[in-house]
């Protein structure tokens, strides 16, 4: 094992927001979708993203380091410290003046940034009407040197400034802290250096508990680790338990396949906040036993679901979770997962019809894949495939809670959707789509096409490897491209039509290996390793450059990144004990 580095891995705020686990706001340039303000702000993930106050040093020139513990603006007259006292608290140090305004210029009945001097707590307070929280600054040490637009209402700046008390007392000192309504007068005797130190401490000992294979060979282990961590919130509103959002930037969701990936990830070291990435969604099952599309702070989307990976994930996690599930677990998962299951044989299959169907390319996760052209409304494979491994996944539950009659429904049933999913849509070399309201069949250059290879040992040989020959043509120098890049299809930034993604790559590599094509399952495996070692973690990467694209700080790609990385450096180890 090695341990981490107490200041943790450097990186760039353009890219990875400053945040801390537990937190629900962060500290970031990045205020909306590929939108990055001059300075840095605190960005709260409470009823949407919202950028709330703008941090700005009064110097000419500042230049920004970050690390997971401390942020630093450093400049020729000083420098200014932030660090995380606590998931609601951050505490700012400088010997340089420091202004703190609300974000927003213009007060409505409705929307933007009140400010004001709190009498009874000693502090000034800017309240959100997007967020619905406060945020209130206390000075510690040093002076306010000036404040602009205490209870103006309307257009107005609403700002206080900063500074040491006199140039030679050397620093100042205050806390943010973001609360709902009231809480007694900040105070504490926990010094700057302390919370920095503890908070070195606390992610040392996550990227120990997350990833203690990791090693130089796997460089980039400890930033994904922090994505991970830092991502991470409390539970809040809509959220039930501590949830990983995709991101702290505007991907600030859990969507309803995204999160298994992130309990895969934390299920060795993490086991407790890996069952609950796993469960988040089912909290919110409906009557019709279909999960949500994403859940988050203030809004949870039914419109759409998510494909169901949810009975691969499970016999994986069941697996890598370092204690078995006792039977109230087992028995709890079992009745969600069923349900989820007979949602895709009710609600989504047509009268008659042996296969579900997506309603939408949405619903498969692969929104605009070229697979949906033709139409929208369509059975495919991929489905057929995630439903089937589901259903042996709930025949080994069902053995498991001594239900044998139920544990042999479902591999009847796992068999017949097999079954009709090769005898419907196969057509001696590939895999086609079939419409629901027309009946045509076509095949496209999507990687979409090629998912059934995560049935993996259940395939009959013939047919995993004429997928894996196809898959092949889908591997660029980075990894798996999600349109084949000769197809006129092809897009560098076509999100599913030719990025490189995270959880496909996973999949892909998984069935791979259970159907015995290793060397396959290496090479991707060690493209996608090299490229977010190279690239970092972004939500999808230009297939043939390697850039990242999008959203920059995404945890299925960080998780995924730790999955693969692990699994190489256990299959090293063995080896070289062989």
């Given amino acids: 094992m090695t341990t981490a580095d107490h200041s943790g891995p450097a990186f760039s705020l353009h890219d990875i927001p400053f945040s801390t686990h537990g937190s629900w706001f962060n500290i970031s340039p990045v205020v909306a979708e590929k939108t990055r303000a001059e300075d840095l702000h605190l960005v709260s993930h409470q009823n949407g993203m919202h950028g709330v ?60 940034t009140y400010f ?52 030679t007392d050397g620093t100042w000192e205050l806390a943010i802290e973001e609360l709902d309504t009231a809480r007694p007068a900040y105070t504490t005797t926990t010094t700057f250096t302390k919370i920095v130190e ?32 830092s991502a991470t919130v409390r539970p809040k509103g809509l959220v039930t338990r501590p949830a990983v959002l995709m991101s702290k930037h505007w991907m600030d969701k859990v969507w309803s396949w995204d999160h298994c990936f992130n309990a895969l990830a934390l299920a060795p070291g993490c086991p407790d906040l890996a069952w609950d990435q796993f469960h988040l969604p089912f909290d919110h099952q409906d009557e019709a036993g279909a999960l949500p599309d994403s859940v988050t702070h203030s809004e949870i989307l039914h419109n759409f679901v998510k494909p169901p990976i949810h009975g691969w994930a499970l016999g994986h996690l069941r697996r890598r979770l370092p204690a078995p599930l006792d039977d109230a677990a087992l028995s709890e998962t079992y009745d969600r997962l069923t349900r989820w299951t007979e949602f895709w044989l009710t609600a989504r299959r047509a009268p008659g019809a042996a296969l579900p169907h997506y309603q939408h390319g949405n619903d498969s996760g692969w929104d605009n894949a070229t697979t949906f052209d033709p139409e929208r409304v369509v059975v495919t494979a991929d489905l057929a495939a995630f439903l089937a491994l589901q259903m042996h996944e709930l025949a080994d539950l069902a053995v498991q809670l001594n239900r044998p009659d139920e544990a042999a429904r479902w591999t009847r049933s796992a068999e017949e959707t097999q079954s009709a999913m090769i005898d419907e849509l196969w057509r001696g070399n590939r895999f086609v789509a079939r419409g629901v309201a027309t009946g045509n069949t076509w095949h496209s250059d999507s990687l979409l096409d090629l998912m059934p290879i995560a049935l993996g040992e259940h395939l009959p040989e013939e047919i995993s490897s004429a997928l894996a020959d196809r ?41 791979l290996r259970r159907a015995g094509h290793h060397r396959l399952a290496d090479e991707i495996s060690a493209r996608f390793r090299a490229l977010c070692e190279a690239h970092g973690f972004a939500e999808n990467f230009d297939a043939l450059t390697g850039t990242g694209l999008r959203d920059r700080a995404y945890t299925w790609t960080a998780s995924s990144y730790l999955l693969l990385a692990e699994a190489h450096t256990a299959r090293v180890r063995i080896g070289r004990m062989s």
Avoid at 131 to 152: F, K, M
Avoid at 211 to 227: C, D, F, G, K, N
Avoid at 484 to 510: C, M, N, Q
Wanted: charged share 20%.
């Fill in 53 to 112: 106050l703008r941090l700005v040093p009064q110097a000419d020139e500042t230049r920004i380091e970050a690390t997971p513990a401390l942020l630093t603006w450093f400049a020729p007259t000083g420098r200014i410290d932030l660090a995380y006292a606590s998931p609601d608290t951050i505490r700012l140090r400088g010997t340089g003046s420091l202004r703190i305004s609300a974000a927003a210029r213009t007060l409505t009945p409705f929307s933007g």
């Fill in 198 to 229: 503890t908070a070195q401490n606390t992610f040392a000992d996550f990227a120990d508990t997350a990833a203690p294979w990791r090693s130089s060979a796997t460089p980039a282990a400890e930033l994904a680790a922090y994505v991970v961590q």
């Fill in 471 to 511: 898959i092949e043509t889908h591997l660029t120098p980075y990894g798996l491209a999600t349109e084949v890049p000769a197809s006129p299809h092809y897009a560098a930034d076509g999100y599913w039509r030719g990025p490189i993604w995270a959880p496909a790559t996973v999949l892909v590599e998984d069935g």
């Fill in 116 to 167: 004001f001097h709190d009498a009874a707590a000693g502090a000034h307070v800017f309240t959100s009407y997007e967020t619905g929280c406060r945020y209130r600054v206390t000075l510690l040490s040093g002076t306010v040197t000036e404040t602009r637009g205490t209870q103006a209402l309307g257009e107005n700046e609403r700002s206080l400034t900063v500074d040491a008390s006199e140039p």
